[in-house]
Structure formats: C-alpha cells, structure tokens
C-alpha cells in the first residue's frame, strides 16, 4: 500500500486510467475526497460494496507457477489446434456433402470447445475420441499425436484430402508401425508425446536406412531450439507449430511429396 500526505486541494493522479482524486477537505478527523473517473468506472463506498453481495467485486488475481502456466499454455494450445483442424475438415465434408461425417466432426469440435470451457471454470474433462473412417490415396502419411481428438480430426482431414492416414499415440507405437508396416511417405510427428518423444523417435527413423528420404513434419507447440533439432533432411524438414493452420500443411505436404 502506497501512503500519501496531501493538503486540502491537492490531488492523486493514476497515470494512464483517467482517475484522479482530489482532497476536498479535512474536518474534525473526516476527509472529503473527489474523484473524477471515467464513466465506465464504478466507485463505491467499501462498506456498500459488503452490505450488497450482488454488485461485482475485483477478481482475485490468481498467481501461477511457472510449471503450471506451461501446462496450461500447452493444453489451450492443443484445444485451439483441434478446433482449427475440425473446421478445416468440416468444410472439406461440406464441399463433399457427407452429412453423417460433417455431425460427427461438429461433435468433436464441440468436445474441444467444451474442454476449453471447462479448463476455464477449473474442471477438464477426458476427451471422447470418435474413430475416423479410413480411405486408401496414393499418399501415405503416419500421424503421431497423443491428443485422441487432435488426431483423429487431423487424420480425417488428410484422408478427405487425398492421404491414407495411419495413426499413433506416441514414439513406441509409431517406430513399431514402421517396421511392421508399409512404409508412409511423410510422419506428422508431435513432439510432447509419452514413452519415447518426438526427438528421440525422430532420430530412431533417421537411424533406420529402410526409411532413407521419408519426410519428417513436427506438428507441435515445441520449437526446434528445445530439442536441439536443426531443420532439414537429416533432422526434421519442416516444423509446424500449434494451432495448426491445416491447408497450409497441406499445401506443404503436396509440395514436398509432389503431385500424385
């Protein structure tokens, strides 16, 4: 609390909020203030502000922790992610007017919407994955992400785009389908992924000399920097960050793999 000596007729200003107040008088112990703020200001006397429980009262400020502050970042990140890659899909469904399809991605994008919601009143819910349909292109593309709705909102739209999509949850399941699996022609890798990470899996594939020349796309909220990654075709070749833009991804995918 910052303490003030002012005299009748002087004033407080607060730089850059329009308030100021002034000393009116001082009388037998009481003194009178005038303050001048701007219209959408409320001022009210403290002991009104606790007699009417229905007047707005100041939003505590809640202090968080480095640690949690990053986990929040990175769960609104991947909400906002998903609910970018559903609407890109849903207007590939509507150009193709599959209506089955097009519910079921509003769905999902609605349990994103939700879970933004809920984080926002302190209560995060488990996704509800819904399983995408495949549909075999010329295209192959693995897609490694631990998010359920990110990944199947992703795939869906890939495989509308022209791609056969297969999927992963982490690095053990995505090095373990390339080996026992056809060979795809680009990873979209996430980065944060449980088990074995986006760096560790990355450097297994370009260990691998059966994938020599397969693309490696990250689509994360991490930076190259974080994991000591410098991008090109021993590393990673291109590096996407969240919330994912999908028809530039795409349009880079159909760069580097070429027209079918």
């Known amino acids: 609390m910052l303490v003030l000596s002012r005299r009748p007729s002087e004033t407080v200003v607060f ?4 308030i100021s107040v002034h000393v009116v008088s001082i009388k037998s112990g009481v003194v009178r203030l005038g303050i001048e703020a701007p219209p959408d200001v409320t001022i009210l006397r403290a002991e009104l502000q606790e007699r009417d429980p229905a007047r707005p009262r100041p939003t505590p400020v809640v202090e968080m922790s480095e640690p949690r502050y990053r986990a929040l970042r990175h769960f609104m990140r991947n909400r906002l992610n998903g609910a970018a890659i559903g609407l ?6 509507l150009s193709a007017g599959t209506r089955e399809e097009q519910e079921r991605t509003i769905g999902m994008i609605d349990a994103e919407l939700q879970m933004l919601r809920q984080q926002v009143d302190g209560h995060v819910a488990a996704p509800t994955p819904a399983p995408a349909k495949p549909s075999p292109k010329p295209r192959r593309a693995l897609l490694v992400e631990d998010d359920d709705n990110e990944r199947e909102l992703l795939a869906g739209f890939l495989r509308l785009s022209g791609f056969a999509v297969d999927t992963a949850g982490d690095g053990c399941d995505a090095l373990d389908r390339l080996r026992n699996h056809e060979r795809p022609d680009v990873v979209l890798l996430d980065m944060g992924l449980p088990r074995c990470d986006g760096a560790t899996t990355a450097r297994e594939i370009r260990r691998d000399p059966t994938c020599a ?8 909220g991490h930076s190259p920097d974080e994991y000591g990654f410098d991008q090109g075709p021993k590393c990673i070749d291109r590096w996407f960050h969240k919330p994912l833009d999908p028809v530039a991804l795409l349009r880079d995918l159909t760069q ?4 079918n």
């Open 256 to 259: 580097e793999l070429g027209a």
């Open 88 to 93: 890109a899909l849903l207007r590939k469904q």
């Open 213 to 220: 020349n397969m693309r490696i796309f990250a689509v994360t």
């Open 15 to 18: 730089p850059g909020t329009h």
